[in-house]
């Protein structure tokens, strides 16, 4: 079923007109649907930004080296960047200078539902 077919099914009308919409609802409709095929289309995943660029304000980000990824989080009393998570850590705390590109991690989950397996 089309994407603007479901949204008018969920509004309990049929979409050929057996029980018309009022006024600009079914535009409105078509504007949803062409609006979540937009979000759906669009890029989600920011770039890789410049060390530079990284919050230094205790944010825990993702970060790149040119041969490794881990998430870190700058330390202001060593000015060097702890790392709190990486790819080959073994749990020691690591203190990174030599980061070349970060980016945000994403949000936490909303729900508290357990995983599926």
């Given at each position: 079923?089309?994407?603007?077919?479901?949204?008018?099914?969920?509004?309990?009308?049929?979409?050929?007109?057996?029980?018309?919409?009022?006024?600009?609802?079914?535009?409105?409709?078509?504007?949803?649907?062409?609006?979540?095929?937009?979000?759906?289309?669009?890029?989600?995943?920011?770039?890789?930004?410049?060390?530079?660029?990284?919050?230094?304000?205790?944010t825990?980000?993702?970060?790149?080296?040119?041969?490794?990824?881990?998430?870190?989080?700058?330390?202001?009393?060593?000015?060097?960047?702890?790392?709190?998570?990486?790819?080959?850590?073994?749990?020691?705390?690591?203190?990174?200078?030599?980061?070349?590109?970060?980016?945000?991690?994403?949000p936490?989950?909303?729900?508290?539902?357990?995983?599926?397996?």
């Amino acid at each position: 079923m089309s994407l603007p077919n479901r949204l008018f099914s969920l509004v309990g009308k049929d979409m050929v007109g057996s029980q018309p919409l009022p006024d600009g609802v079914s535009a409105l409709l078509y504007e949803a649907a062409d609006h979540i095929n937009e979000l759906r289309a669009a890029k989600t995943w920011p770039d890789w930004q410049p060390i530079e660029s990284a919050p230094k304000d205790g944010t825990t980000i993702l970060a790149w080296d040119g041969d490794l990824q881990a998430v870190v989080r700058w330390c202001s009393c060593k000015q060097e960047w702890l790392v709190l998570r990486a790819d080959d850590n073994d749990g020691e705390a690591i203190f990174w200078e030599k980061l070349t590109h970060w980016l945000p991690l994403p949000p936490r989950p909303t729900t508290t539902e357990e995983p599926k397996t």
